[in-house]
């Protein structure tokens, strides 16, 4: 079956521009995450969606990026006026419930995002 | 807050060596462990877990043990494969503050297996 699916798989963009990163889950899953992960470190959490809502945002570093998951399916993780800081790789995953006990993470190969 | 540290690499070994990669982590409540692997060019994958002490999770002749005593969880192979070259994550799982079940990743180790 399909797994998690992430578009691009590379993006570059210009410092001061807005990107859109999307996820596509396993589907039936109703938990889906966004991570970054910096070279040389493991993922860092962003967001947590339970459905169509953001259970978790914790992770957000600021105002600038922003996820939404309108149909509780597909996500689309935006960064507005990016920063070359921003550079990453985006990892998306999802899970079937996100519940207790803690269930499997399913995720996708990343985007990576270059900021010039 | 929640961490997770694990041994810094990259870990090189011949074939057929015993692995160890020692996983060490701090938690606030009663965390799920977890020990992910990346395979180059591809996503991470889950590798084994385990949820409460004592357990001894397993995959793919790799083993962790929770030993909640030494707030450890190592992840041993004994006998490894070229095919077992990748960088492997350990991390957490914890409700914080009673909220949703966050993972908590370390940096992860490369291992480098040699022919």
């Known amino acids: 079956g399909a797994g998690v699916s992430q578009t691009p798989s590379n993006k570059v963009t210009e410092k001061g521009k807005y990107v859109e990163l999307r996820c596509d889950p396993i589907s039936g899953h109703t938990a889906l995450y966004w991570y970054r992960q910096s070279l040389g470190q493991g993922p860092e959490f962003l967001i947590y969606?339970?459905?169509?809502?953001?259970?978790?945002d914790s992770g957000l570093p600021n105002d600038r990026f922003f996820a939404v998951r309108p149909e509780g399916s597909v996500s689309t993780l935006k960064i507005q006026r990016t920063e070359r800081g921003d550079s990453a790789v985006y990892l998306c995953?999802?899970?079937?419930?996100?519940?207790?006990?803690?269930?499997?993470?399913?995720f996708g190969p990343g985007t990576r995002l270059t900021v010039l | 807050g929640n961490s997770v540290t694990q041994m810094e690499g990259p870990v090189t070994l011949s074939e057929e060596a015993f692995l160890t990669i020692n996983c060490t982590y701090t938690a606030t409540g009663y965390p799920s462990l977890f020990w992910y692997v990346q395979y180059p060019g591809e996503g991470l994958q889950l590798l084994l877990k385990?949820?409460?002490?004592?357990d001894k999770g397993s995959n793919k002749g790799f083993e962790a043990t929770y030993r909640k005593e030494t707030t450890s969880f190592h992840l041993e192979k004994g006998s490894v494969q070229v095919s077992d070259s990748a960088v492997y994550f350990c991390a957490l799982s914890d409700r914080e503050g009673g909220g949703s079940y966050i993972p908590t990743f370390g940096r992860g180790t490369s291992l480098i297996v040699h022919p």
């Open positions: 969606f339970q459905g169509t809502g953001a259970a978790d």
């Open positions: 995953a999802s899970s079937a419930t996100g519940d207790r006990p803690p269930d499997t993470q399913y």
């Open positions: 385990a949820t409460k002490a004592d």
